[in-house]
T-cell receptor, first 115, second 114 residues
Framework: AQKVTQAQTEISVVEKEDVTLDCVYE???????LFWYKQPPSGELVFLIR??????QNEISGRYSWNFQKSTSSFNFTITASQVVDSAVYFC????????????FGTGTRLQVFP | DGGITQSPKYLFRKEGQNVTLSCEQN?????MYWYRQDPGQGLRLIYY???????QKGDIAEGYSVSREKKESFPLTVTSAQKNPTAFYLC?????????????FGPGTRLTVT
């Protein structure tokens, strides 16, 4: 069965601190895709990144970076120099390539960045 | 502006009434989805449609119904059979039918049933 675990329910940091959000997944598939979404207080989920299982290179986009490690089944998300606008709930999600594989979401991590 | 619209943002209903949540997209996406979000939980799939005039049940379809008569519209009806309808409902779409495409979400509808 496919599963996504985000063990950190809530994280609080002070602005300019770096913060890492953990995501651990389980899957039977050899080919799979991982996603991160951001849900600000407005409620709309915003797509951040999609990564397939064959691409283990880390990705950096501005202050955001992602560390994909197949050996530990993890796809962690780091925000460098956090800002108040980063306050949101962040979801990690997983899908495989079988037609029966749907998009499985973790329970989310609420990040609060204080000024 | 291309995107997904959901209306209304807040909806209040009495127990026993059916209610329909609107979802419209102008992204020309083939697939559309409905999710339910409860406090402290991830998103759970209610229904999805990969093509017009076709839709499939998700993990928690009981008490809900949908239609997909037009590519851009995917309304969700919460029926009186749904035992705990109070929740935040999110509609999404993706360019292709495969689950590997990223999904784009609407702003959501918060439904309160008393």
């Amino acid at each position: 069965a496919q599963k996504v675990t985000q063990a950190q329910t809530e994280i609080s940091v002070v602005e300019k601190e770096d913060v890492t959000l953990d995501c651990v997944y389980e899957t039977r598939d050899t080919t799979y895709y991982l996603f991160w979404y951001k849900q600000p207080p407005s409620g709309e989920l915003v797509f951040l990144i999609r990564r397939n299982s064959f691409d283990e290179q880390n990705e950096i986009s501005g202050r955001y970076s992602w560390n994909f490690q197949k050996s530990t089944s993890s796809f962690n998300f780091t925000i460098t120099a956090s800002q108040v606008v980063d306050s949101a709930v962040y979801f990690c999600a997983l899908t495989g390539t079988y037609n029966t594989d749907k998009l499985i979401f973790g329970t989310g991590t609420r990040l609060q960045v204080f000024p | 502006d291309g995107g997904i619209t959901q209306s209304p943002k807040y909806l209040f209903r009495k127990e026993g009434q059916n209610v329909t949540l609107s979802c419209e997209q102008n992204l020309n996406h083939d697939a559309m989805y409905w999710y339910r979000q409860d406090p402290g939980q991830g998103l759970r799939l209610i229904y999805y449609s990969q093509i017009v005039n076709d839709f499939q049940k998700g993990d928690i379809a009981e008490g809900y119904s949908v239609s997909r008569e037009k590519k851009e519209s995917f309304p969700l009806t919460v029926t009186s059979a749904q035992k705990n309808p109070t929740a935040f409902y999110l509609c999404a779409s993706s360019v292709g039918a495969a689950w590997t495409y990223e999904q784009y979400f609407g702003p959501g509808t918060r439904l309160t049933v008393t």
